[in-house]
């Protein structure tokens, strides 16, 4: 990639090299194009901006078009826009650091060098999708999307955000249906059935299944510290369903999704839900989860002793992963300690970002 230069070089200067070159001087070019001396002077040192006029005199005086003139110039005025942004990024640099940049590093999110600060905040003001951090700022403060109107004085507001952020740049939002309830909770067995695939394998199914009813399934790694296992909430007719694969585990990450659509179906559409709340709504979106995945007709019969065979012949009859009943089993006696090989994880897999 061919770098910018660090400098800017006024027309001025290419006039003074054909000034030389034909041995005339400031007051003969100032007489030839009927400007005063003074102006031809601001022009040479770029204080004086060459306008189309003169550079059509120019072409006359000199014999070089116009537009040749007015590239010099419009190049010099782009260089010094440039160069004052490149600035302008610097001086934000340090409020930069408040955001979680070494996580943006580590899932390449951002990939300037840490010594790099004109790079990084560049390519993060581009990540957020503003002009400058000031501009994030007020977006955040004073959006009227309500979700993010839920995150105003958190104090996890920066990381919460650039994770929500994230998954809605991850958004195939051409790929969508219509939203429609009816057909979601239609596709919900199917969606139950595909916890017996191969975690590598079926979240291209997965996502396509929401799609087609109009719902957004984003994965985006966690912020660490954050805690949250998945969100939801609401852009314009969508739903986004974000998680983080908090644990990997496939107990966990089904049960996270189940959850999460349990708040598009039952819930407002105009807040945000998050894991790490402790509310009416949240105790919903769990207990939905649950019932869906074991089914309370067969949640009395669910084994409770540690008997791996027991747990697969179960989730068998009842069509789930046999990872999903062990993390049921495991919740409800307290007895971790066993039977972790019947759960698969979930991992991310490198994707090219999106501009």
């Not at 059509?56 to 826009?81: F, H, K, M």
């Not at 501009?135 to 959006?143: G, L």
């Not at 998680?243 to 585990?249: E, I, V």
Request: glycine share 6%; with cysteine.
């Amino acid at each position: 990639m061919t770098s910018l230069p660090n400098y800017a070089v006024p027309a001025g200067e290419f006039v003074a090299e054909w000034m030389e070159d034909h041995a005339v001087n400031a007051a003969e070019l100032a007489r030839r194009l009927g400007v005063s001396r003074k102006h031809v002077s601001e022009l040479l040192r770029g204080k004086a901006s060459l306008s189309h006029e003169t550079a059509l005199g120019l072409e006359r005086v000199t014999g070089i078009p116009a537009r040749i003139w007015n590239q010099y110039e419009s190049l010099y005025r782009e260089d010094l826009a440039r160069l004052g942004a490149e600035q302008a990024l610097v001086d934000q640099h340090e409020e930069a650091k408040a955001f979680p940049l070494r996580y943006l590093r580590t899932y390449s999110y951002i990939t300037a060098d840490t010594k790099d600060r004109v790079g990084t905040v560049s390519q993060l003001l581009k990540l957020l999708g503003v002009a400058s951090l000031q501009a994030w700022n007020t977006t955040w403060k004073s959006d009227a999307v309500a979700y993010r109107k839920s995150l105003r004085g958190r104090d996890d507001c920066i990381d919460l955000a650039v994770w929500l952020t994230l998954g809605e740049r991850a958004v195939r939002w051409n790929e969508l249906n219509a939203y429609n309830e009816t057909q979601l909770r239609d596709i919900l067995p199917s969606l139950r059935a595909l916890t017996r695939d191969d975690p590598s394998t079926c979240v291209d199914n997965l996502v396509a299944k929401l799609a087609s009813v109009g719902v957004a399934l984003t994965f985006v790694p966690e912020v660490p510290g954050l805690g949250v296992y998945g969100a939801t909430r609401w852009l314009g007719q969508h739903p986004i369903v974000q998680l983080s694969l908090r644990g990997k585990a496939d107990d966990q990450v089904w049960f996270t999704l189940f959850h999460e659509i349990g708040h598009v179906l039952l819930h407002a559409h105009n807040g945000l839900y998050l894991n790490t709340d402790r509310d009416h709504a949240e105790d919903e979106a769990n207990q939905f989860a649950a019932d869906t995945l074991i089914p309370p007709e067969h949640a009395e019969r669910m084994p409770r002793g540690r008997n791996i065979q027991a747990v697969r012949a179960f989730a068998e009859e009842i069509g789930v992963a046999p990872g999903i009943v062990l993390g049921r089993i495991h919740r409800e006696t307290g007895d971790y300690a066993w039977g972790h090989q019947l759960k698969r994880r979930f991992e991310f897999q490198a994707e090219p970002q999106r501009e």
